[in-house]
């Protein structure tokens, strides 16, 4: 059994004029919660609607499993589940029977038990008679997810899966991914453009735009190898800004408002500019980092822009 | 195979619009079978004026089968649009609601999920057509009672005795089931075609209709056209009202109608193999 899940070698789809993904190359192993970050139109959806065989690559291979897609297919999506940009059902039916179709469609335990348990996962056992059209949009998203778990897969593919949701709904979504992950060993490969959720859960991941890698590689990595943006209050802000001014420290500041000072410093610098003020006599009342994925991600994707 | 038929015949019968064309038959047929208790004799009293002066009618001849026969006579405009109402939201339906989705990551080939939907389509489609022979025939026997059956053509009037019926419409109804198999069939290649079932009913009602009218006007370049369209065949099911009939046409008829099956379900099944899923 292969430790590579998602195997993804030069992958491209071109939409008329359009190449919405472009000699895409990526790698998910087991157990990972892969982040695939990008925003709007960077061809997060496009990518895993050729991973899931929704539509066909232009150029490019993909292997899942350590299969080739095309070739089996069947086989590869019997150990997949997914939710692919909205949650849309059969609206007339209700979320029982929904769940009761795809489950015989994907040749699963559809007994009734099996079911009451997913929706349990979900929070939707006490909606399971009532028609999905009745549903939230949150609603239909919990039931999404509970689809994509309903034959136990392996692999989870999640499209934007917290749109909709209110930050309870958000929150619980986040630790279903780290029960799956943690608990089920399932791997996962979540899509998001919502950075700071992703660097909650995912321990790899890739930043897509305009359908080509920006980055890749583990969340730990890419943010220690990055600037952070630092922002120190301190209690005397003209003869910091004299003192600024004279030395190295000039360099590194972006932006300053009142006794803000913002600047773009290295991880290990953070302690030896405030060691500094101190040593000058400047009291520093906060040092607040703005290290996150979101930063970095705005950088790369306002570049390119 | 027959696990995702039904499925997809339980989620056709879960569907409102499915009922539509079962009801509007249980409305129309009555209603043509009250007006003809009311005033059917009249009617058939001026469809034979003509022949009142060379023959005498004796017996029932307005029955069951006279009123089963002219309603048979409305399928060709009016019962197509009741099948591609269904046919035609097969595919386009799934597109439209965005279940497309769900339904083709699973691990079922696309050829099957496609061949699946047509037959659901094609057995929705005969039972409209049973429901239109059990109503018709059946409520006209009950209502009407069995007689002799007087089919009046361009230059010859047949009259069929009671027992010598019966028969004759269960294949021109089978005959039917077929010729509505050609819509549901030309609803369901243009529900693959496109993302919005409207489009495919619309366009399987025009094309129906002016092929309908290009076979039934007599002019030179019309009937050079007309044996390449399917609507020409449609109507053989009065083969089986004509003595002796003309097998070898029927079949012809069959054949002709089958293959058209055949080659609208092909070219479904090939779109939608390579067809890409965006809704």
Known sequence: MTDKIIEVSNLSKQFKEVKAVNNLSLNVFRGDVFGFLGPNGAGKSTTIRMLLSLISPTEGDIKIFGKPLKAKRNDILRKIGAIVEKPDFYGYLSAFKNLEILGKLSGTNTSKNKIMETLELVGLEKRFKSKVKTYSHGMKQRLGIAQALLHDPDLIILDEPTTGLDPQGMKEIRELILYLSKEKNKTIFLSSHILYEVELVANRMIILNKGTTQVEGYVEDLLNANELKVTFRVGDKEKALKLINENYWIKKLESQIEDRFVFNLAPEEISVLNKYFVQNDIPVNAVVPMRSLEEYFLKLTDKEA | ?279
């Open chain 2, 1 to 279: 195979m027959i696990k995702i038929i039904n499925i997809e015949l339980y989620k056709i019968f879960k569907k409102w619009r499915t009922y539509i064309g079962f009801i509007a038959i249980a409305v129309l047929v009555p209603i043509i079978q009250v007006a003809m208790l009311i005033e059917g004799e009249q009617s058939l009293d001026f469809m034979t004026r003509n022949l009142q002066q060379s023959f005498i009618f004796v017996g029932n001849l307005l029955n069951g089968y006279l009123i089963s026969y002219l309603i048979l006579n409305a399928l060709t405009i009016h019962i197509p649009f009741l099948v591609a109402l269904v046919a035609g939201d097969l595919l386009a339906g799934e597109a439209t609601a965005g279940t497309y989705r769900l339904l083709i990551t699973r691990p079922v080939s696309r050829f099957k999920l496609v061949t699946s939907k047509f037959f659901a389509g094609i057995i929705y489609t005969n039972l409209l057509v049973l429901w239109l022979a059990i109503l018709s025939l059946g409520l006209g026997i009950i209502i009407f009672s069995v007689g002799e059956l007087i089919v009046i053509k361009t230059s010859t009037v047949i009259i069929f005795a009671r027992g010598d019926v019966f028969w004759r419409f269960i294949l021109a109804y089978g005959f039917a089931a077929l010729s509505m198999s050609v819509v549901a069939s030309l609803a369901f290649l243009f529900s693959a075609l496109v993302e919005n079932a409207i489009g495919p009913i619309v366009s399987t009602m025009a094309v129906i209709i002016v092929f309908v009218i290009i076979s039934a006007i007599e002019i030179n370049i019309f009937e050079a056209i007309q044996p390449y369209l399917f609507t020409s065949y449609m109507a053989s099911w009065r083969l089986f009202f004509d003595d002796p009939i003309d097998f070898a046409e029927i079949a012809k008829s069959c054949l002709i109608l089958a293959g058209h099956v055949l080659f609208f379900f092909g070219l479904a099944a090939y779109i939608f193999k390579r067809k890409d899923i965006l809704t």
